[in-house]
């Protein structure tokens, strides 16, 4: 069992910046592969980003890439996620989800929920126009 606790969010303007954290505890954090997803309302919640579990591999959704940035840091068992350049379409719950290791992240489909066995309680990011 892993705890997952998100933090960083808030209210930001268009064009700013914002990094979110996501602290692990439970069993060894290096060895989940870790992602983020993100829900606005009314929508289903969606992928934007993830990691493998030494930080070798990203992966990112095309609607982030280049604005948003995905790192680990295993020991202060932590992931982030740096946004930039946000947008008024950014605004939604953020997710970090910790995945069990079932092999290499390439073989997996880190985009897609049911590839996770462990979510946050999700932070706000609301970017105004």
């Known amino acids: 069992q892993v705890q997952l606790v998100e933090s960083g969010g808030g209210l930001v303007q268009a064009g700013g910046s914002l990094r979110l954290s996501c602290a692990a505890s439970g069993r060894t954090f290096s060895s989940y592969p870790m992602g983020w997803f993100r829900q606005a309302p009314g929508k289903e919640r969606e992928f934007e980003a993830a990691?493998?579990?030494?930080?070798?591999?990203?992966y990112y959704t095309d609607s982030v890439k280049g604005r948003f940035t995905i790192s680990r840091d295993n020991a202060k068992n932590t992931v982030y996620l740096q946004m930039t350049s946000l947008k008024p379409e950014d605004t939604a719950v953020y997710y970090c989800?910790?995945?069990?290791?079932?092999?290499?992240?390439?073989?997996?489909?880190?985009?897609?929920?049911?590839?996770?066995?462990?979510w946050g309680q999700g932070t706000q990011v609301t970017v105004s126009s």
């Open positions: 990691i493998s579990r030494a930080g070798a591999t990203t």
């Open positions: 989800a910790a995945a069990l290791f079932r092999g290499p992240t390439s073989s997996q489909a880190m985009d897609a929920i049911p590839t996770y066995d462990y």
